[in-house]
């Protein structure tokens, strides 16, 4: 069983989760409206992950390991902001990185 989960760009944070896969827009919707502080949807990314990843992410028990490739998120997702940045001279994937690091640091 997978898990459809919304977390916010930059911190890595998990917004909200749902086992319906179809449940994007209404995931997005709720992140956007749930006092979480996040202003708009670019700052919200939607993954698709194992019961066993989503698990280790809410767990405080979850290795140092697991809990950084959560919060890193998709690797094509990285590549696309890697791309974009280059296009618009801009550092969105540095500080998603930075953010990451600074949620999950090394143990």
């Not at 919304?6 to 989760?17: A, D, F, Q």
């Not at 319906?20 to 990314?45: C, D, F, P, R, Y």
Request: charged letters at 20%; proline letters at 1%.
């Amino acid at each position: 069983m997978s898990m459809l989960i919304c977390i916010h760009k930059t911190t890595g944070r998990l917004l909200e989760s749902s086992s319906k896969q179809s449940a994007s827009a209404q995931l997005i919707a709720n992140a956007l409206s749930g006092g979480h502080g996040v202003i708009s949807e670019s700052e919200v990314e939607t993954l698709t992950v194992s019961q066993e990843t989503f698990n280790a992410l809410v767990t405080e028990t979850a290795s140092y390991a697991m809990k950084r490739r959560v919060a890193y998120g998709d690797l094509a997702a990285q590549l696309d902001m890697i791309y974009w940045d280059k296009i618009n001279g801009t550092s969105l994937w540095m500080d998603h990185v930075a953010a990451v690091k600074a949620l999950v640091p090394k143990e």
